[in-house]
């Protein structure tokens, strides 16, 4: 396919999103919640797609299953052809994720500048380690009980985002680099693969105070390095 000039950027969830994607819920906080939550991620990457021919103002901000019709009839470019058939919040953070791994792979930062430590090329990316999605029944069983377990920071009550950053670095030698998507696409005593709240996660790293774990400075997306072992033997020697 040949293209002669710039592509519209269409918003995959609508600026005006209200009318035709309602919150299911009765509670004013949950919506509140929620709704401030879809303001945030409404311009991220993962709600943005390029489209060859603009859609008109009705079919932009119509339901999803309309939308997402419209977009694959008025779209040749391959990237739109994996929408999914749900979207809201999670989708959008997934293929944040998903375009943040295959941006920084394919415009890596270049060997002459600001020297920061390479991401291990044994570390799989996001798309590799993604499991098999569970059936929706499944899914809309155990949202209930899922959200009843959330605490404040968004992590499951019980289950520490710390334990998790430590068993995923567990896995690879001092000097490993992953990003916030890797970390949450590990699965560990803490969380399934995927599960771990990103914004969790994000917040552990920026804080710089897991055991083991640094921040890496000035590179984006954001970053963790494994610096020393966090797990010490009997004797207080890494293991």
Same mark, same amino acid.
Request: glycine share 6%.
């Given at each position: 396919?040949?293209?002669?000039?710039?592509?519209?950027?269409?918003?995959?969830?609508?600026?005006?999103?209200?009318?035709?994607?309602?919150?299911?819920?009765?509670?004013?906080?949950?919506? *509140? !919640?929620?709704?401030?939550?879809?303001?945030?991620?409404?311009?991220?990457?993962?709600n943005l797609a390029l489209v060859t021919t603009k859609l008109n103002s009705k079919?932009? %901000?119509?339901?999803?299953?309309? @939308?997402?019709?419209?977009?694959?009839?008025?779209?040749?470019? &391959?990237?739109?052809?994996?929408?999914?058939?749900?979207?809201?919040?999670?989708?959008?953070?997934?293929?944040?994720?998903?375009?943040?791994?295959?941006?920084?792979? *394919?415009?890596?930062?270049?060997? %002459?500048?600001? @020297?920061?430590?390479?991401?291990?090329?044994?570390?799989?990316?996001v798309s590799e380690l993604r499991i098999n999605e569970v059936d929706s029944t499944?899914? !809309?069983? %155990?949202?209930?009980?899922?959200?009843?377990?959330?605490?404040?920071?968004?992590?499951?009550?019980?289950? @520490?985002?710390?334990?998790?950053?430590?068993?995923?670095?567990?896995?690879?030698?001092?000097?490993?680099?992953?990003?916030?998507?890797?970390?949450?696409?590990?699965?560990?005593?803490?969380? +399934?693969?995927? *599960? &771990?709240?990103?914004?969790?996660?994000?917040?552990?790293?920026? +804080?710089?105070?897991?055991?083991?774990?640094?921040?890496?400075?000035?590179?984006?997306?954001?970053?963790?390095? @494994?610096?020393?072992?966090?797990?010490?033997?009997?004797?207080?020697?890494?293991?």
């Amino acid at each position: 396919m040949r293209i002669s000039g710039p592509l519209p950027i269409e918003h995959l969830m609508p600026q005006k999103w209200e009318t035709h994607w309602p919150i299911l819920t009765d509670s004013t906080e949950l919506r *509140e !919640a929620e709704t401030a939550r879809r303001e945030r991620l409404v311009h991220t990457i993962g709600n943005l797609a390029l489209v060859t021919t603009k859609l008109n103002s009705k079919l932009s %901000n119509s339901s999803w299953q309309t @939308k997402r019709a419209a977009i694959l009839s008025h779209s040749a470019l &391959a990237l739109n052809r994996s929408l999914s058939a749900e979207w809201g919040p999670e989708e959008i953070l997934d293929r944040s994720s998903q375009l943040a791994d295959a941006i920084c792979r *394919e415009w890596a930062r270049p060997e %002459n500048g600001v @020297k920061t430590p390479p991401v291990m090329g044994a570390v799989p990316s996001v798309s590799e380690l993604r499991i098999n999605e569970v059936d929706s029944t499944v899914h !809309a069983d %155990n949202s209930d009980t899922r959200r009843a377990g959330r605490s404040e920071d968004g992590t499951s009550s019980g289950r @520490k985002i710390a334990t998790h950053i430590n068993e995923v670095f567990e896995q690879y030698p001092i000097g490993t680099v992953l990003t916030v998507a890797q970390l949450r696409a590990h699965a560990t005593s803490q969380y +399934a693969a995927g *599960e &771990a709240s990103s914004g969790a996660i994000t917040n552990r790293v920026k +804080a710089d105070d897991v055991e083991g774990i640094s921040r890496v400075e000035g590179v984006s997306p954001l970053c963790a390095q @494994k610096v020393s072992s966090a797990i010490h033997d009997a004797h207080g020697m890494p293991v």
